[in-house]
Antibody, heavy 123, light 105 residues
Framework: EVQLVESGGGLVQPGGSLKLSCAAS????????IYWVRQGSGKGLEWVGR??????????AYAASLKGRFTISSDNSQSTAYLQMNSLKTEDTAVYYC??????????????WGQGTLVTVSS | SYELTQPPSVSVSPGQTASITCSGD??????ASWYQQKPGQSPVLVIY???KRPSGISERFSGSNSQNTATLTISGTQAMDEADYYC????????FGGGTKLTVL
């Protein structure tokens, strides 16, 4: 069974940092791309960024609106992807999901999602 | 940047057919996916590559994509289909529509 489990969310002050984890199981982690998507309370889905598969050299890409504040990485030995968030702003408050693009081929489609982790940026 | 536009809400009577549209510039030249999200839950993929249905998704869900509009159609709508629906594609980055709240009256 494919599973994605996010962790690391919590309360952080504006300007602070937080690192989220996405632990994967039930599939070959390095064969798929992992995407981070966030959702503010009562809002829609917003793409954050992604890390591609080994076949695509683990290339990363990010939403332009983030302006370099977020970084995605992965540890294949742990089947885990990470989202490092720096210079956090109140508008970054959201539930953060990781999702899988199976085999990382063609237009990204997210067939599995984690349960999400809540990040609250507030003083 | 590329944008996808969905109606904020759609209402349907039980047993009837619901259609949710997603508009974008030459969207018909791209692949579109659709996700269902119920309150407090993570999104679930219901349609991918415009017309394909993942394993386990009811046959009542179908999709189309032509010219500038992708459409999610739910036939024989049931109360359990009440949810938010999001379309998604790729254009220099993943793009989601704003979401449509489907109400089954």
């Amino acid at each position: 069974e494919v599973q994605l489990v996010e962790s690391g969310g919590g309360l952080v002050q504006p300007g602070g940092s937080l690192k989220l984890s996405c632990a994967a199981s039930g599939f070959t982690f390095s064969d798929s791309a992992i995407y981070w998507v966030r959702q503010g309370s009562g809002k829609g889905l917003e793409w954050v960024g992604r890390i591609r598969s080994r076949a695509n050299n683990y290339a990363t890409a990010y939403a332009a609106s983030l302006k370099g504040r977020f970084t995605i990485s992965s540890d294949n030995s742990q089947s885990t992807a990470y989202l490092q968030m720096n210079s956090l702003k109140t508008e970054d408050t959201a539930v953060y999901y990781c999702s899988r693009h199976y085999l990382d081929i063609g237009t990204p489609t997210f067939d599995s999602w984690g349960q999400g982790t809540l990040v609250t940026v507030s003083s | 940047s590329y944008e996808l536009t969905q109606p904020p809400s759609v209402s349907v009577s039980p047993g009837q057919t619901a259609s949710i549209t997603c508009s974008g510039d030459r969207l018909g030249n791209k692949d579109a996916s659709w996700y269902q999200q119920k309150p407090g839950q993570s999104p679930v993929l219901v349609i991918y590559q415009n017309i394909k249905r993942p394993s386990g998704i009811s046959e009542r869900f179908s999709g189309s994509n032509s010219q500038n509009t992708a459409t999610l159609t739910i036939s024989g709508t049931q109360a359990m289909d009440e949810a938010d629906y999001y379309c998604q594609t790729w254009d220099s980055g993943t793009v989601f529509g704003g979401g449509t709240k489907l109400t089954v009256l």
